[in-house]
């Protein structure tokens, strides 16, 4: 058994054999040619049947995802079309009479070097889209058409490299158990496609998986970003028994799915979603969330090449606050910096990102960056229950001023006539440990917090949770953390203020107990998680999770307190 | 050589759906036609040229053609930015 670590891209547990898709690394043999006018011929003719077949292609592709996703072969057609590359390709084969399967290979890898070296995330993409459709193109020339994808005969989990569209749009969908690749990101287009279909996906795990066989076994941990291949009887018993109860649960969930999270001693708590996108609106409402306890707005800045506009992002912020009705949906401000970039949002490079200038103080030194948003959801927020978060607060200070440009944006809306949002609640991230500790003054001047345990761990514990050799002890589970957020609700309660936290911790069944029992009124989490969650505080006592709490503060290590939760709560382990 | 300057007022600048959209009403025109972008020039009718130029939203153009329909192919290609690539806010 091994396991291996990569980025959760859509959640879930898939179980079955392994499918290598190898796509043939297609052998290129470079010779001189006689006859170039023939060698042409033969270059249009394939280009011919190429044409054909990704026409063929973008009507799949349209009826399986949709026109946005299909639009991606047209832009390829263009490419094999594209007089520039065609020129070049011309002069290797009538000047240097190199054949033509050289020729093109080699002027279309030019190309995707040249696109690959601009730093810009959208046009590497497209790096990837030449070198597919010259790969259909010479394996038109040499007549290999056989896709890798026709191996695919009983249900599997797929690993390869990465996947281009032309790869996964040949797969048959009813044999693919889940994904694994080498390569990409969260937005890669594999992590996308999972996500359409619902299937697991686990993306950008490193160059192990390439040693992965045809037929080993395999599980994809889609929520914990996690491959184990051929897992031990043990293990792989519990993986089914998680897939089982995953399914079982969530059906289960579906019939009570707008019931409340009421503990069996009558204690309610607020049990919303973390969402980072418009189309995570209908994911969050059918899984039962009562709101939305972080929408991260990141999503409007990535995959472009600009900033959005204000009228744009209020349509977004608008769309979504709306879904929810009278419900709360807590707008987060743009988070980046640390280890978010934005391309087009010129930062300049810091030795220490994450204690340097990055979400609110970013946005604070950035008039021009923070004002549409601030105006686009003062906009949004009329006539529905929008409520503004502002991340990486240290200081009384920040708010203060925060909120001295969010007037002022309020003021210069009121003058040109619009309709704003005339009570909207304000909430800062607790995240830094400087404002867990003046909480007591911070509660006076927000409406709420919202505890970000991530940040909050690395910070307090001076441990990188990108860095695999220290990250454990970043865990949230520490009891340094457990008292900071202790300190930080009492705080807050004591000024009649509420507490949520959307940290990955809210939708743990480990600390569920413990940030009940601390008095926690609100749990922001991955929709998925949410119908365990709301399950776990139907199934125990209010009274007991705060004795709980008490206890686990006094334990000396993460591990002591994992330990106790799982023997003194034995419910966590039923979900 | 007559020439035109327009500004890309496309949330994704002259990427994706709108620079596929610009290459093929270039391709109508025989005239020979260039697109410059700061320091950078590419041949109208080439994707990767036009992607590779980088012109994001707000970015300034200046289109030049040469040829029979350079007055036309001209006039298409600005009237095509001015439209916003036919999505019209």
Not at chain 1, 27 to 44: G, L
Request: include cysteine; aromatic fraction near 6%; glycine fraction near 6%.
């Amino acid at each position: 058994m091994k396991s291996i670590s990569g980025i959760p891209a859509s959640y879930g547990i898939a179980i079955g054999p392994a499918f290598v898709f190898d796509r043939a690394e297609i052998v290129i043999e470079t010779y001189s040619i006689k006859d170039p006018a023939a060698e042409w011929k033969r270059f249009e003719e394939a280009r011919k049947k190429t044409h054909l077949q990704l026409d063929e292609v973008y009507l799949k592709t349209v009826e399986e995802s949709g026109e946005e996703t299909a639009e991606i072969f047209n832009a390829q057609k263009l490419m094999l079309e594209d007089p520039e590359l065609i020129k070049s390709i011309k002069t290797r084969v009538e000047k240097d009479l190199t054949n033509i399967e050289s020729a093109l290979y080699e002027t279309a890898e030019s190309y995707a070097q040249q696109l690959e070296a601009i730093d810009d995330e959208y046009l590497s993409a497209r790096a990837l889209d030449i070198r597919d459709v010259s790969s259909r193109c010479l394996r038109n020339l040499l007549g290999t058409t056989d896709s890798p994808a026709d191996g695919l005969k009983t249900p599997s989990v797929i690993v390869a490299k990465d996947l281009t569209p032309s790869d996964t749009v040949l797969l048959n969908k009813d044999f693919v158990l889940g994904f694994c690749t080498a390569e990409g990101g969260s937005t890669s287009h594999t992590a996308i496609l999972a996500r359409g279909l619902g299937i697991p996906a686990v993306v950008g795990a490193g160059t192990e998986i390439e040693d992965i066989q045809n037929g080993e076994d395999l599980v994809i941990d889609g929520d914990a970003g996690e491959i184990v291949i051929n897992p031990d009887p043990d293990a792989l018993k519990e993986f089914r028994n998680r897939q089982e109860k995953f399914y079982k649960i969530k059906a289960e969930a579906e019939d009570v799915t707008h019931q409340p999270a009421v503990t069996t001693d009558g204690h309610q708590v607020e049990i919303v979603a973390n969402i980072g996108n418009v189309e995570g609106v209908q994911a969050a409402l059918d899984a039962g969330a009562e709101g939305v306890g972080l929408l991260r707005s990141e999503f409007l800045y990535l995959e472009r090449s600009s900033l959005p506009s204000e009228e744009e992002q209020y349509q977004k912020y608008k769309t979504i606050a709306d879904a929810f009705g009278d419900k709360p949906v807590i707008l987060r401000t743009l988070d980046v910096g640390g280890d978010k970039d934005i391309p087009y949002i010129d930062m300049p490079r810091e030795a220490n990102p994450f204690l340097g200038v990055r979400a609110i103080r970013l946005c604070l030194s950035r008039p021009e960056l923070f004002k549409p948003q601030l105006r686009a959801a003062l906009r949004a927020g009329h006539g529905n229950n929008l409520k503004l978060m502002f991340p990486m607060v240290a200081t009384v200070d920040d708010v203060i001023k925060t909120k001295e440009v969010l007037e002022e944006c309020r003021d210069e809306l009121k003058k040109e006539g619009y309709d704003v949002a005339e009570e909207m609640d304000i909430g800062i991230m607790i995240e830094i440990p400087s404002a867990a500790i003046m909480a007591d003054q911070l509660s006076e001047v927000v409406d709420f917090f919202s505890i970000g345990t991530n940040d909050l761990s690395q910070y307090t514990l001076a441990a990188d949770r990108t860095n695999a050799q220290v990250a454990q002890s970043a865990s949230g589970f520490q009891p340094a953390v457990f008292r900071l957020i202790k300190g930080v609700i009492d705080a807050a309660h004591a000024n009649g203020k509420w507490v949520g936290l959307c940290g990955e911790m809210a939708g743990e069944l480990l600390a569920i107990p413990i940030l009940l029992g601390l008095g926690l009124d609100e749990f922001s989490m991955n929709p998925p998680a949410i119908p365990f969650a709301k399950q776990l505080i139907r199934a125990i006592s209010f009274e007991h999770a705060q004795q709980v709490a008490q206890t686990a503060l006094n334990l000396k290590s993460d591990t002591e307190i994992r330990e106790y939760i799982q023997i003194e709560v034995p419910e966590v382990n039923l979900g | 050589m007559p020439e035109v300057t327009v500004t890309i007022n496309h949330d994704v600048g002259l990427h994706a759906r709108p620079a596929s959209m610009f290459v093929q009403t270039a391709a109508k025109y025989s005239s020979d036609i260039e697109v410059t972008h700061g320091e950078t020039t590419a041949n109208a009718k080439s994707i990767l040229g036009i992607l590779a130029l980088g012109a994001h939203k707000d970015a300034e153009i200046t289109i030049k053609a040469e040829g029979e329909d350079a007055d036309e192919a001209l006039k298409a290609l600005e009237q095509l930015v001015l439209d916003n690539f036919g999505e019209n806010e």
